[in-house]
């Protein structure tokens, strides 16, 4: 895999990550990553197609490729406190385990990556997820915002609409939160994340607030390097990889290493 393509593969699988707690009252309960609120369902527009995530109760979880109701991929997982551990089957793809930060609320949950050297597993599994019936949930969210007008609700209703690929609707969301709460650094990188390929320097922006606000999140560093990378700044760009290698996206490396010396 030449370094471009990883650069763009992991792209594809952070420039909608976030990983902030919702916890109001209007929004639903936070989830309990020790109780069964994670089982279930969840799904996911990625740039090859909509994908399903099924957590079962006896440690497996399934991935259905298509979200057409047969699963193409079963791993082994284990959660401790906020991170859940993914061990693929004999033969998978992925013969290392990789480990997550895991985060979320009734409408969506959200995967940080903490260690995986698996290319494919981390273009899987990392951004947003939401469940099945997200029309609903979408509908509600919209029908709560005429009565109340509350940004957390376009915070929450936005990465919906990033996790089923509505990346027009997410950034109208994104800056009407924003307007409201310029201190949440995360949700910076959300709308980072929906400028992409179109404004480079609007993610250039979007990022160097995000990183004046929370200097070690390694997400704010890559994306930054990328939308670098794209307007031909490559210094700029390796640099921020680097950084971003430093703090925890170690994969990077691969990629840095062959491009950036």
């Known amino acids: 895999m030449n370094t471009r393509t990883i650069y763009m593969v992991l792209f594809v699988a952070t420039s909608v990550f976030v990983n902030t707690v919702m916890t109001t009252a209007q929004t639903g309960n936070t989830i309990s990553i020790v109780d069964e609120s994670l089982a279930g369902k969840w799904v996911r527009m990625t740039q090859t197609g909509p994908v399903g995530l099924e957590f079962r109760a006896d440690g497996v979880v399934e991935v259905d490729f ?22 693929d ?11 997550y930060r895991i985060e979320g609320n ?74 409201h709460n310029n201190a949440n650094a995360r949700a910076y990188i959300n709308r980072a994340g929906t400028r992409f390929p179109a404004d480079m320097q609007g993610v250039v922006s979007d990022c160097g607030k995000a990183i004046e606000l929370e200097p070690g999140n390694k997400n704010a560093w890559f994306l930054r390097g990328l939308a670098y990378y794209e307007l031909g700044e490559k210094e700029k760009a390796c640099s921020d990889f680097t950084r971003s290698a430093e703090l925890g996206f170690s994969i990077l490396r691969i990629a840095e290493e062959q491009r950036c010396r």
């Open 66 to 87: 298509g979200n057409d109701g047969g699963p193409d991929v079963e791993s082994r997982y284990v959660i401790k406190n906020d991170t859940v551990l993914f061990s």
């Open 89 to 99: 089957r004999e033969g998978a793809m992925c013969p290392e385990a990789g480990s």
């Open 106 to 179: 009734d409408c969506y949950l959200s995967f940080d990556l903490v260690d995986d050297m698996c290319n494919g597993r981390i273009k899987m599994t990392m951004g947003f997820w939401t469940r099945p019936g997200f029309e609903e949930l979408l509908e509600e969210l919209s029908a709560r915002l005429e009565k109340t007008a509350d940004p957390e609700l376009n915070l929450i209703r936005a990465r919906i609409y990033l996790a089923t690929g509505n990346a027009v609707n997410a950034r109208a969301d994104l800056d009407a939160y924003i307007s």
